[in-house]
């Protein structure tokens, strides 16, 4: 059952070394998935220490992800489909799976700014990243897992 799972971290407006570098949605994302069996990594894209395209393309290569998340919000979403798109480059059929805030109240219009994104994750992280994982694993339709979101045939999806 277990899998790799890799977060990125992304804080424009942070260094490296504040505070608000500590990636803790992806954490505690992560310490749920690990909890259960599964393992991953989450790196680090910040104000001065921006993440490297070659970092990210040997993370990806080397740790072969079930999918790769991000944490998204208003402020960072243009720096998240810029590595979204970049992840996609790299491993085409990797799935990208942002959540966050605008994410779960505003999933229509997050798809709509997301193309890369399959799927949107809306809700609780912990729990619907474990269900997402754990689909993944199974080999799975994703398109079952409560709290996404996606496109499927040209309409959007929110399965409940």
């Known amino acids: 059952m277990s899998a790799n799972f890799l977060f990125i971290h992304v804080n424009e407006w942070a260094g490296s070394d504040s505070p608000d570098a500590i990636p803790i949605s992806c954490?505690?994302?992560l310490a749920n998935l690990k909890k259960h069996g599964f393992s991953g990594s989450i790196l680090g894209d910040y104000k001065g220490s921006p993440l490297a395209p070659q970092t990210l393309a040997e993370a990806?290569?080397?740790?072969?992800?079930a999918a790769l998340g991000f944490y998204v919000y208003e402020e960072?979403?243009?720096?998240v489909r810029v590595l979204a798109s970049f992840a996609k480059y790299v491993k085409n059929d990797?799935?990208?799976v942002p959540g966050g805030p605008q994410v779960t109240?505003?999933?229509?219009?997050a798809l709509l700014e997301m193309p890369e994104a399959d799927p949107l994750r809306?809700?609780?992280g912990e729990v619907v990243m474990l269900d997402i994982a754990r689909a993944l694993a199974a080999g799975d339709d994703l398109a079952e897992v409560p709290g996404i979101s996606f496109v499927r045939d040209g309409r959007e999806r929110h399965p409940v």
């Open 122 to 124: 809306r809700g609780e």
């Open 76 to 79: 960072n979403i243009n720096r």
């Open 60 to 65: 990806i290569e080397s740790l072969q992800p």
């Open 105 to 109: 109240f505003m999933p229509g219009a």
């Open 27 to 29: 954490g505690y994302i």
């Open 94 to 96: 990797l799935p990208i």
